[in-house]
């Protein structure tokens, strides 16, 4: 495992109010991440997300659990830790006044790396990350995507093991958002172990390979985003035919079928996977002679999932 933690948990003192009572940030949270994969944490704000991060990246001491990254155990050796990772925190630095090269430099520097070292993986990383036509502008000139970039192109600058990036992609524009997709999975494919946060369900479906679903700083639900959604509801496949009793009757009893529905125009079936259930509903069909009109599948999203967990959706949380 590159992470690996086991009741790990954060409290703080809520200053308002006259009540002092403790706001349990992070109540217990036990993860396992794979070396090589994209890990994502996703849940509304205020989940933990960030406290949880914070933790991991040896920024603020947990009140419990322990914690190994890299194989380094986080209480006995943080600044070992330290060293193997990478953090790019939430909103990103400021940096106004120099230009990305200058930061990039700096700060493969502030790891050992030597000027010359330092300056070739410095063109190297502005390369990959696109920004070399920027590379010698004042920060303050760029893009909100291109400030994205340098915040996470400093965070990898030193060839970490693993890199945590806090909500990479929150206020961008489709375009960008996508593109840092590109770099993450870029990352992934040199061997980094990438953990994000996001509160975007698309996000973490499209880009990551497992995910776990946080909600007051806890684990409500974790796996791959696929697993996921087929523990739910599996997929559903809506038939549009005109013989439903029939197709009930031949249906019904199919032992891919977990439930079947009639509706207005035909039946509805709910499988484990759809795309090893159709060919064997249109078999089913066929050797029945029942003609089919229409097919089309419905597949549960992970907002269905976090709505099957906590009682609300995440759209609106
Ligand atoms: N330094 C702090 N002092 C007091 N409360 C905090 C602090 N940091 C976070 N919290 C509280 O902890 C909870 C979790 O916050 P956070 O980890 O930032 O969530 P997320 O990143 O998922 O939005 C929230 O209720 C937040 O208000
Ligand atoms: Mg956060």
């Not at 949880?52 to 194989?71: K, N, S, V």
């Not at 990103?92 to 502030?110: F, K």
Request: glycine share 10%; net charge negative.
């Amino acid at each position: 495992m590159m992470i690996e933690t086991h009741g790990l948990k954060k409290s703080f003192r809520s200053r308002q109010g006259r009540d002092k009572k403790a706001v349990e940030a992070v109540r217990g949270v036990d993860l396992a991440v794979e070396p090589g994969e994209i890990f994502g944490f996703l849940g509304p704000n205020g989940a933990g997300k960030t406290t949880t991060l914070r933790m991991l990246a040896t920024l603020l001491e947990p009140d419990g659990g322990q914690a190994t990254i890299a194989g380094v155990d986080l209480r006995r050796d943080p600044g070992e830790v330290r060293r193997r990772i990478g953090y790019v925190a939430q909103g990103g630095s400021t940096w106004d006044e120099s230009t990305a090269r200058e930061e990039l430099v700096l700060h493969a520097r502030m790891y050992g790396v030597g000027k010359a070292e330092a300056q070739r993986r410095a063109a190297v990383t502005l390369e990959a990350f696109q920004l070399t036509e920027y590379a010698d502008r004042r920060c303050k000139t760029y893009s909100g995507g291109q400030r994205r970039r340098v915040d996470i192109a400093l965070g990898i600058i030193h060839q970490p093991k693993v890199v945590f990036l806090d909500e990479p992609t929150t206020g961008l524009d489709p375009q960008s958002r996508a593109h840092m997709w590109d770099e993450v999975r870029r990352l992934r494919e040199e061997g980094m172990t990438v953990f994000i946060t996001t509160h975007y369900l698309e996000e973490a479906d499209a880009l990551c390979d497992r995910i776990a679903i946080m909600d007051h700083g806890q684990i409500v639900a974790e796996g791959t985003p696929d697993s996921l959604k087929q523990e739910i509801s599996g997929d559903v496949v809506n038939i549009g035919l005109s013989d439903t009793t029939r197709a009930s009757d031949v249906l019904g009893s199919a032992e891919f079928v977990r439930k079947l529905e009639t509706t207005d125009n035909g039946v509805r079936l709910y499988v484990d996977e759809a795309g090893t259930a159709i060919p064997l509903i249109l078999r089913a069909l066929d050797g029945e002679g029942i003609a089919l009109g229409t097919i089309e599948l419905h597949r549960p999203s992970l907002d269905d999932v976090f709505l099957t967990k906590t009682g609300r959706t995440l759209r609106e949380s």
